[in-house]
């Protein structure tokens, strides 16, 4: 288990523990009540230990005592041995003991002269009378409880069971799915399962050298969620270098120790079974059909009792897929050689795994075993199994005797990766393409994979010197490659990128309907084409996910939101069914931008959720930095100030402000409007000031326009009008082409609250009340709002208050809290007394709770909500189980009671 610095309180600064929140929370919560025990149950390497000196760290620090034993596999057979170890410190206490009680105990560790038979309730008596006779509380540590001897262990858990109303708490834990004998009845247990995808990439980013590319995938695929496997996997992964694809990555002692010491004491029988599984990656069909010397299920049982398989049928289920690795590596090259040939012959009609076990089995260049595997790579892109056609590839490429080839199919394997959202492995296969190749079409496609991935880090300028040479050289790659060129080009802000992509976009052959062509021209020139833009975006059909993300992305460019969210919904459906979530982070960015422009801010949680998970995995710079800017957004709106400014501070922290300005801006905008909800309006000018240069243009050509509305408001409440003016007049004098009506609108409110007040109304009219405003909710009400106070301070309450009303409701509706207190001020000044809204049923929840319960209540199942938040099934139905109860409900068809407006949106 990994620690980092964050608000847990652990004392001593050791700070939090990755993934175990909930856990540390229901362990320290004995500290807080003690009278009571807990047992910590997992698997090895879970962290209990962790957890176990968490507690005692805390504990020790708040003026408790600490006893602590230590379960040994030498000492099990030791009675009472374990018992001794732990109260050893205190055994001074001893004579305190009524005479029985302290007979017994002294007699069960050897201490009395005289032998004296074991009395299991007097030594239970004893140990607990000795636990509860102190001045200060008591936390009674033991640690790897499944090698206590069973004295020791019927003493403590007699204890345990009696330790209410006495200042005594105790922490245990086990390896395994159940404590240990005594301690499984009476005693509540916390399960440590594996962590989830973004806590795994979380220890692997805190490792001094974390493993990057296919390296991190292999290390998050062996270690399962495994805290301890995924540190040490990381360091052998670094440590080893690249190894040829489909390898197992080597097992470092301490990890041997753990998940495969017992192999070695199998019968030799039991041992070619198990590696015949591990090479077969446990299906039993392919191992029993390898031969009549697999059929002997007999010959299992010893593993079985040893606890490293279990056969259900159709799998031989290892323990943990380390047993399976250590198993594997454990047999010498030549017997793993066999069993895969021995596999592969056995599953001639299969032959995708057939290929697979051949090239296991080679020992060198084998143009039979590639064109094989270049086959199977050719059906899983079929299928959508864009991750397994990148493998393939990758070892078709290393089994490849004629250089040409190998180039081509590490070019093709870059290509599948892209699909992945594994940014490092797409560099790493494409970079070993030029070596070997002077092909052009070959190295075309290798620069479109790497410019695709730079596309998707900080370093703009870097992926542009790539991709604009790549779309200039033509071929069927080149149009991908200036798509990608322009999303650099958005994010850069820079003049010369936007033109650069513009002009190589001139002289390139696309229809004006082409929806790369309409996303290259949005994203570079939104205002100068906007009506050809329109156009074009109106007769655009496609059913390709990735032009409808592009389309989808034009859209929202345009602030055609209700298409964009239509568009990208779509994107995103179309490449879930093709396996191709991976690559879509931007998307889901997006997406979330659009939800959140249009007021459906629990669904642009959603979409932000999914797309960290993607950033965190894929280790994707741009979409890790869009998401901090992006709930720095939704926090500031909702009134969380605090945590806005925080993921705002973050989102820059993750850039090159000067070179990134498109999330700089929304980073800036988003504490800017922190600020403005905490009424602290010199610092809300300063943030949206920073939106725009020196002499008042703007510093990014797109993004800066939404923030005009809000500068102009804190303007005006801090003496800056003139200087506001400039910068408005500035900014719409040098737009050339069309503005968006809702860009027409933020400057119409600008205009209202900058201009002299007798000449405000005309312009406070158009951002209030043009029917076209509705579709940008927020905005909306924020004009009303401003209207409504320049109306109060004209002494016209009358015409104020059906737009205070209207702006309270929206406010309210959204979550605005900041915004709904002052439009709440503004009614009661205007004479109006209102009733007290309701609570939000949610508001107990956590955000990921709330995002569960909410797609819930629209009748997602729990595979479904997984799949959209990037979680495990298991982990959702948690959530829920543990909502359910601060909701007020017991099953799952209560959630449209509470949640109607979630209920029916779909």
Not at 254 to 279: C, H, K, M, N
Not at 307 to 322: I, K, N, S, T
Not at 331 to 360: I, K, N, V
Not at 445 to 469: I, K, M, N, Y
Request: aromatic share 4%; hydrophobic share 45%; with cysteine.
């Amino acid at each position: 288990m990994i620690r980092e610095t964050g608000s847990f309180p652990v004392r001593g600064g050791a700070g939090e523990i990755v993934g175990r929140q909930r856990e540390l929370t229901e362990v320290f919560a004995l500290l807080h009540a003690p009278g009571r025990a807990l047992v910590v149950v997992g698997e090895p390497g879970m962290g209990k230990s962790t957890l176990l000196d968490a507690a005692a760290e805390q504990a020790s620090g708040s003026g408790w005592q600490v006893l602590r034993a230590d379960g040994s596999e030498r000492e099990t057979a030791l009675a009472f041995a374990a018992l001794h170890q732990l109260l050893r410190p205190i055994l001074s206490g001893v004579d305190r003991l009524p005479t029985r009680q302290r007979s017994a105990l002294l007699g069960a560790f050897g201490m009395e002269d005289e032998p004296v038979a074991p009395d299991r309730l007097l030594i239970g008596m004893a140990v607990l009378t000795l636990l509860s006779d102190r001045e200060q509380p008591l936390l009674v540590v033991v640690d790897d409880a499944q090698w206590i001897d069973r004295g020791s262990l019927d003493a403590l858990a007699f204890a345990a069971r009696r330790l209410d109303g006495v200042p005594v708490a105790l922490l245990a834990a086990a390896r395994g799915r159940s404590a240990p004998p005594g301690l499984d009845t009476g005693v509540p247990a916390v399960t440590l399962g594996p962590l989830a995808p973004d806590e795994a990439n979380r220890i692997l980013d805190l490792q001094p050298d974390p493993p990057a590319g296919r390296a991190r995938l292999d290390v998050l695929s062996h270690a399962a969620g495994n805290p301890l496997a995924l540190v040490e996997l990381s360091r052998t992964a670094v440590a080893a270098g690249p190894a040829p694809c489909g390898n197992a990555l080597p097992l470092t002692a301490r990890l041997e120790a753990i998940f495969a010491a017992d192999v070695a004491d199998l019968p030799a029988t039991t041992r070619r079974l198990l590696l015949l599984a591990s090479a077969a990656d446990g299906d039993l069909a392919h191992v029993l059909a390898a031969g009549p010397a697999a059929t002997d299920l007999a010959d299992w049982l010893p593993a079985e009792r040893a606890g490293l398989v279990h056969l259900d049928g159709r799998q031989a289920r290892f323990r943990h897929p380390l047993v399976r690795s250590g198993i594997y590596q454990a047999a010498s090259f030549a017997e793993r050689r066999a069993a895969h040939l021995t596999l592969a012959e056995a599953l001639q009609d299969q032959p995708d795994r057939r290929a697979w076990h051949l090239a296991a089995a080679s020992a060198g260049p084998d143009e039979s075993v590639a064109a094989a595997l270049e086959a199977t790579a050719d059906r899983a892109r079929q299928r959508g199994g864009y991750a397994a056609a990148a493998r393939a590839l990758e070892r078709a490429a290393e089994l490849s005797p004629d250089p040409a080839d190998r180039a081509r199919r590490l070019a093709l394997g870059a290509d599948a990766a892209t699909f992945t959202g594994q940014l490092g492995w797409v560099q790493e296969l494409a970079a070993r393409v030029p070596p070997h190749t002077s092909d052009p079409a070959v190295l075309a496609l290798a620069a479109h994979s790497t410019g695709w991935a730079l596309s998707q880090t900080t370093r703009h300028r870097a992926a542009l010197a790539v991709l604009l040479p790549a779309a200039a050289t033509g071929g069927q790659h080149a149009a991908v490659a200036l798509v990608n060129a322009a999303l650099a080009a958005y994010h850069a802000g820079e003049e010369p990128a936007r033109h650069d992509v513009l002009r190589a976009a001139s002289r390139m052959p696309l229809p004006a309907d082409n929806p790369w062509r309409i996303w290259i021209v949005a994203a570079t020139d939104p205002f100068g084409q906007r009506e050809d833009l329109l156009a074009s975006l109106a007769k655009a059909r496609t059913d390709n996910p990735l032009e409808l993300g592009a389309l989808g992305a034009a859209a929202w460019t345009l602030d055609e939101t209700a298409q964009a969210v239509d568009l990208l919904e779509a994107a995103i459906e179309g490449r879930r069914a093709a396996g191709a979530l991976g690559g879509s982070g931007s998307t889901f960015v997006c997406l979330g931008r659009a939800y959140a422009d249009q007021g459906r801010w629990d669904e642009a949680e959603t979409a932000v959720a999914a797309a960290a998970a993607i950033a965190a995995e894929g280790q994707v710079e741009l979409v890790a930095a869009g998401t901090l800017s992006l709930e720095a957004s939704l926090l500031a709106v909702r009134g969380d100030t605090a945590a806005a400014r925080d993921k705002a501070a973050a989102a820059l922290a993750a850039i090159d402000p000067r070179q990134s300005r498109a999330i700089a801006g929304r980073a800036r905008h988003a504490a800017g409007l922190a600020a403005s909800a905490d009424g602290d309006h010199e610092l809300a000018y300063e943030h949206f000031r920073t939106l725009f240069t020196r002499d008042g243009d703007p510093d990014h050509f797109h993004g800066s326009w939404y923030a005009v509305a809000d500068l102009a408001a804190a303007a005006a409440r801090t003496g800056r009008r003139d200087q506001a003016c400039e910068i408005l007049d500035r900014l719409t004098g040098a737009v050339t082409g069309g503005l968006s009506t809702r860009l027409i609108l933020l400057t119409e409110r600008a205009r209202a609250l900058l201009v002299e007040v007798d000449d405000a109304e005309p312009h406070f009219l158009r951002a209030a009340t043009d029917p076209d405003g509705t579709r940008w909710p927020f905005e909306r009400a924020q004009a009303e709002l401003e209207y409504a106070q320049w109306l109060r301070r004209r002494r016209r309450g009358g015409d104020a208050r059906p737009l205070l009303l209207a702006a309270l409701e929206t406010f309210r509706r959204l979550g605005a809290r900041g915004w709904t207190a002052l439009a709440h001020a503004e009614l009661r000044a205007s004479g109006v007394s209102l009733v007290a809204a309701e609570p939000d049923a949610l508001a107990d929840l956590t955000p990921q709770q709330q995002q569960i319960i909410r797609l819930a209540a629209r009748g997602l199942t729990n595979k479904e909500i997984a799949e959209q938040l990037f979680l495990s099934p298991r982990t959702v139905a948690t959530h829920l189980y543990r909502s359910f109860p601060k909701l007020g409900i017991t099953a799952r068809a209560q959630l449209r009671d509470i949640l109607p407006a979630q209920g029916e949106r779909e």
